[in-house]
């Protein structure tokens, strides 16, 4: 299965709180879990990514949660601020033809109300 | 600034017309994607190409066509035989054939039909 199920859809947080999107997967040839930020209007940009030989990693106030067991992995967004709404898409790739080929998870619209 | 350009920002198709979206980065790399955004998904790939005359279809080529003759350049022209061209294009390059480098995106063509 080259697919990536991301949820929840959309989520209201408030200014200072812990935002958390979840992803999962069944393919088990994913070698790199990028996750991307995305404002109307704009292209997506790379927030944070990790390997599956990774658990955890951390960039500021985004960390990524990485449970391979359970092929699943998360994007926490600590004190969430109001500039942080934006859409948020997991992301995954593998190794096909010689290339990498990356598959999107649909996306969650995060809104942090002030 | 290295980066990629995509450009018109709009671009409005009449019925029977065939349209091209321009692509150019000048960030040296050898990998190439198209991709389609529509409301509520994520992106799915169009085409992409891992070098200069060479391209693959993506899981959504058809009513598409890309060229590739130039390493800077990449664009994608939407034939009137797609019947369903409405969406956000975005082009995206990555550096080599290294496993776990990351896509970087452009800022994305909105197309729709007149």
């Known amino acids: 299965q080259q697919q990536v199920k991301q949820s929840p859809q959309s989520l209201i947080v408030q200014k200072g709180g812990i935002s958390i999107i979840n992803c999962a997967y069944e393919n088990t040839a994913f070698d790199y879990f990028p996750w991307y930020q995305q404002f109307p209007g704009k292209g997506p940009a790379l927030l944070i990514a990790?390997?599956?030989?990774?658990s955890e990693k951390k960039e500021g106030r985004f960390t990524i949660s990485f449970n391979k067991s359970a092929k699943q992995f998360s994007l926490h967004i600590m004190d969430s601020q109001p500039g942080d709404s934006a859409t948020y898409f997991c992301?995954?790739?593998?190794?096909?033809?010689?290339?990498?080929?990356?598959?999107f998870g649909k996306g969650t619209k995060l809104t942090v109300n002030p | 600034d290295g980066g990629i350009t995509q450009s018109p920002k709009y671009l409005f198709r009449k019925e029977g017309q065939n349209v091209t979206l321009s692509c150019e980065q000048n960030l040296n790399h050898d990998a190439m994607y198209w991709y389609r955004q529509d409301p509520g998904q994520g992106l799915r790939l169009i085409y992409y190409s891992q070098i200069v005359n060479d391209f693959q279809k993506g899981d959504i080529a058809e009513g598409y066509s890309v060229s590739r003759e130039k390493k800077e350049s990449f664009p994608l022209t939407v034939t009137s035989a797609q019947k369903n061209p409405t969406a956000f294009y975005l082009c995206?390059?990555?550096?080599?054939?290294?496993?776990?480098?990351?896509?970087?995106f452009g800022d994305g063509t909105r197309l729709s039909i007149l």
């Open positions: 995206a390059s990555r550096s080599g054939p290294s496993n776990n480098q990351p896509q970087h």
């Open positions: 990790i390997r599956p030989d990774v």
């Open positions: 992301a995954a790739t593998f190794p096909q033809g010689g290339s990498e080929k990356l598959v």
